[in-house]
């Protein structure tokens, strides 16, 4: 990410170069892609679709958050992968007989995308031979979930050819984190069926990206020699995944070695949540807070509303020195995930060190009411806030004290002294206190330990959607 703005005549020829571009000519495939560094390499339908999806991702880190270049670098990846899944289509799609509803009916701009899906399942390199039929009314998309009833219509093939069920799921407007919940909701149950025969409905294949997911099942005795084609059709697999390997990296303690595999797993899959926070976590307790930010940057662009990743995104940014951003970070955190005590922790304290006491308190009695992720750090908040409410009342009481204590010095003679001593004593004693405790709460923040990171990474992934 470069320093400095966008030169003026710079961003002008970038965006003249975007308007100038064409979406309507068909490609094919592989497709072949000019790179940023003027290579020009050859993409497969998949890789050329996340190619692009990624790109959208980091326009604003690419463009140093210029809205009319990342607007238009958003707009151009969003038509080439319209292309894409046009052009597939028109080369690869299915025919769709008199009288049935066309793929474009039912899919929309996804045929494209439902097509490559469908043609790596079944092995068919040319245009399938295959029929939809409708389950339920996909109406006009707006639920952004549909079933169909799937069938090959090969020449020859022997009447009631046994069918497969399509579940379809398009991720988009208000409701697409609620679809994408579902999507893999239904992953996991079929998985839990594992390789049953007879009647029992099996998972023979599922495809997911950033706007779709689909999702094939069959009855098992119907489908018994299934065999996936490739990586992206999974079925039930019982070997470690990179995920476990990288939490048994962080059991042995190599905590620089864990991070790099949650930098390595999130560029391999960037909808890892978990790589997202540990790879942050560990950042963070090792001192990396320019690795921590950015990893939490980037996920909290694919999870904009975790809580947790915006926790560690502001405790990076604090570390460097950053307080603006990093309480602005912290806020949004307190806000999706009002239950994360680190989160308020870590507020609350920046917001006393710098003498915003009233806004600290308010922070603090926010949580009325909420059940805490960590019991055991709230009460530490809970002493917080009552210290910070006696620190008032003894520096009060400290000058009520001093001023009364001036006064009768004045008055009565040397007696006086007493009482100012007295007063100037018990202010002191209380800031003394109340700062020591406050010590004790950011020293504790500072020196998180990663078991309870661990902890609280697994409270919070039992309500995301698992990962792929």
């Known amino acids: 990410m470069g320093s400095g703005r966008i030169d003026a005549m710079d961003k002008s020829v970038k965006l003249q170069r975007y308007d100038r571009k064409d979406y309507t000519e068909l490609v094919d495939f592989p497709v072949e892609i000019v790179g940023r560094d003027g290579v020009v390499r050859r993409y497969t339908f998949e890789d050329s679709i996340r190619l ?27 038509s080439r992968i319209d292309q894409l899944r046009r052009s597939y289509f028109h080369r690869y799609g299915w025919g769709t007989p008199e009288g049935q509803i066309s ?52 020449p020859g093939a022997r009447p009631g050819e046994p069918g497969m069920l399509l579940y379809f799921y398009r991720f988009d407007g208000s409701s697409a984190d609620a679809i994408r919940d579902r999507f893999f909701a239904t992953i996991k149950d079929y998985e839990r069926v594992g390789r049953a025969a007879g009647d029992a409905e099996r998972l023979l294949a599922f495809h997911h990206n950033v706007d779709c997911g689909f999702v094939l099942t069959g009855r098992g005795g119907d489908h018994p020699s299934f065999v996936p ?11 470690p995944t990179p995920w476990d390997e990288v939490i048994e990296i962080i059991r042995k303690g190599d905590y620089d070695a864990a991070l790099r595999r949650c930098r390595e797993l999130v560029r391999d899959q960037p909808w890892h949540r978990n790589a997202y926070v540990a790879g942050a976590m560990l950042a963070a307790y090792l001192g990396e807070h320019s690795q921590g930010e950015d990893l939490a940057l980037i996920g909290s662009r694919y999870f904009p509303k975790d809580g947790s990743i915006l926790y560690y995104l502001g405790l990076c ?7 603006a951003e990093a309480e602005e970070a912290l806020r949004d955190a307190v806000e999706v995930a009002p239950d994360l005590v680190s989160a308020r922790a870590l507020l609350a304290t920046h917001l006393v060190q710098q003498s915003r006491y009233g806004e600290a308190v308010a922070l603090l009695q926010a949580r009325e009411g909420i059940v805490p992720d960590d019991r055991r750090a709230d009460a530490d908040l809970a002493s917080l806030e009552q210290g910070i409410l006696w620190r008032a009342s003894g520096l009060y009481g400290g000058m009520v004290l001093a001023v009364g204590g001036l006064v009768a010095t004045l008055a009565v003679g040397p007696w006086g002294l007493v009482v100012l001593l007295l007063g100037i004593a018990c202010a002191g004693l209380g800031w003394l206190a109340f700062h020591r405790q406050l010590d004790s709460v950011i020293a504790r923040q500072r020196f998180e330990e990663i078991s309870q990171g661990l902890r609280r990474l697994h409270r919070r992934s039992r309500t995301t959607p698992p990962v792929s």
């Open 52 to 78: 692009y999806q990624r790109r959208i991702t980091f326009a604003p880190i690419r463009y140093q958050y210029d809205g009319d270049l990342v607007r238009a670098e958003v707009n151009h990846c969003r």
């Open 103 to 154: 793929a474009e009916a039912a899919f929309g701009d996804l045929a494209g995308e439902l097509a490559a899906f469908i043609c790596r399942v079944l092995g068919v390199e040319g245009r399938p031979e295959i029929r939809f039929d409708a389950i339920d009314d996909p109406g006009d998309g707006g639920e952004g979930t549909s079933t169909w009833y799937l069938t090959r219509t090969i």
């Open 229 to 239: 084609k490739d990586d992206v059709v999974q079925q039930v697999d019982l070997a």
């Open 317 to 323: 940014r604090l570390r460097l020195g950053r307080p």
